[in-house]
């Protein structure tokens, strides 16, 4: 079975989030870690971007490789949080750029009660937030066992 290390890049708004949503869909491969069902994975790394507008995505990257790191995620409330973090796109484009290493968005699954809350307020109607929040797209039942 191929394995493949994970680095978790959390919003710094939820610093001291303790990741036991991110931990347990990764378990039960939920939301986007559905990508890796049929392999061995391994969270390598945990970090904050350390705030507006991202200070640590400069260097984190760089140690989560010397980790092992195959790939990084940013968690799922950089997606959810009020308003959805403005900096994702330039992320998305300067991690890969720099560092060699993909970059998805997204870990456990959308939490239905913010699912209801962005839907109406119509939050993810980019193409960017659109292609962004798929691997998070859940059916309700999964939704509701996050929220």
Sequence with gaps: MEKVKIGIIICDRY???AGGKCFRSAQKREGAFAAYKDMDLEIAAFTTCGGCPGGNIEYTPEEMIKNGVQKIHFATCFLVG???CPYMEHFKKFIPEKYG??????TH???QKYFITHDNLKTWNTDFLKRAIEPTLT???IRLSYD
């Excluded at 290493?101 to 997204?106: I, Y």
């Design 101 to 106: 290493v993909e970059v998805s968005f997204g």
């Design 109 to 111: 699954p959308i939490p």
């Design 82 to 84: 009020y308003p959805p």
């Design 15 to 17: 610093k001291t989030c």
């Design 139 to 141: 059916d309700v039942k």
